[in-house]
């Protein structure tokens, strides 16, 4: 197998944490149920592969995303308890309920930094989605359970156009004060390039919040996610989502298509000189079977390049 010539530039972190959302963001947009066996050995091979964190699935209602209505015998075939975390998403204290009671160790809440787009995902007003988690992250809190919290649409709608950097800031203090303890900016629909990102990593630090809280979670809709990691890398982020193979979107926003492929942004780091722990052939093998499964090719270009002929 090829690998990049490496050319490292001290001013870039040395290492960086691959945070893999795959099996939640990917599996949840797919049109077909997959089985609980094929989500389980996805996940243990992802695991496998190195990946340091492996988003499992989501403790939502099972009528809005049904692709994840096996969470609690997904979760309970995985040892919670390893060196990997398996963080899962929650929206609700009914959600909460059932991670507790499945025995999670990590939770993500995810909010809105549009109005729209908290009715449309989550059947709430941008301001009532901050009640509705307040409970939830104090009582994962009390119980010894690690909160991360998303912010989706922060480089723009597809309802309400442009955001306002001021308002995703706004939102994501609002999320970190109460308690997560870190903060995934989602360009839940590609469209941020990369001035962007650096005007909103900027917006953050005059708020007083850096870069070892935030994390960027990007969707590659118009081929812009690994520049967007480029910019914010240079910014100083160390964090990044990313999903193998590409898969991914989010059924409450059809404009949505896959993450960062979590393959594109290895090849990218190993070129940069910086350390991730991730068996690139191990996991661009994994996007390939997972292609099996659901029939359909991997929109990866480092997949497709590793795996050709
Ligand atoms: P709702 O219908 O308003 O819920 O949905 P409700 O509170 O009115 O309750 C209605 C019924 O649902 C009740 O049952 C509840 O118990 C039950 P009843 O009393 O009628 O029998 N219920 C639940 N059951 C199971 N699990 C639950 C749950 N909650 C209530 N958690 C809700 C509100 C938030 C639940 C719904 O809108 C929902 O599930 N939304 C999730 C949508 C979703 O998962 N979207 C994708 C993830 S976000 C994403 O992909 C973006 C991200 O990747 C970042 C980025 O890219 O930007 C993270
Ligand atoms: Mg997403």
Known sequence: MSLPAVHHDPSLPERVTIYEVGARD????????????????????????????????SFVHPKWVPQLADAADLVAALDLHGPTPYPV?????????????????HVAIFGSATETFASKNLNSTYEDQFAM?????????????????????????PWEGEVALDRVVTAGERLLGMGAYELSLGDTIGVGTAHHVEA????????????????????????????????????????????????GGCPYAK???????????????????????????????????????????????????????
């Open 133 to 157: 988690f307040e409970p939830v992250v104090r009582r994962a809190l009390d119980a010894g359970v690690k909160v991360r919290a998303y912010l989706s649409m922060c480089f723009g709608d």
């Open 26 to 57: 990917g599996l949840q947009n797919e049109s077909g149920v997959i089985p609980l066996a094929t989500k389980r050995e996805f996940v243990q091979r992802l695991t496998v592969a190195g990946l340091p964190v492996v988003e499992a699935t």
């Open 89 to 105: 998403l929650v929206p609700n204290e009914r959600g909460l309920d059932r991670a507790l009671e499945a025995g999670v160790t």
């Open 255 to 309: 404009s949505a298509t896959g993450n960062l492929a979590t393959e594109d942004l290895v090849w990218m780091l190993d070129g940069l000189g910086i350390a991730h722990g991730v068996d690139l052939p191990a996991l661009a093998q994994t996007s390939v079977w997972m292609a099996e499964q659901l029939g359909c090719p991997s929109p990866s270009a480092v997949v497709r390049a590793l795996t050709a002929g």
């Open 200 to 247: 909103l990593l900027d917006a953050f630090g005059e708020a007083g919040v850096g870069v070892d809280r935030l994390a960027m979670h990007f969707h590659d809709t118009y081929g812009q996610a690994l520049a967007n990691t480029y910019a914010a890398l240079r910014h100083g982020v160390t964090t990044f989502d990313a999903s193998a193979g590409g898969l």
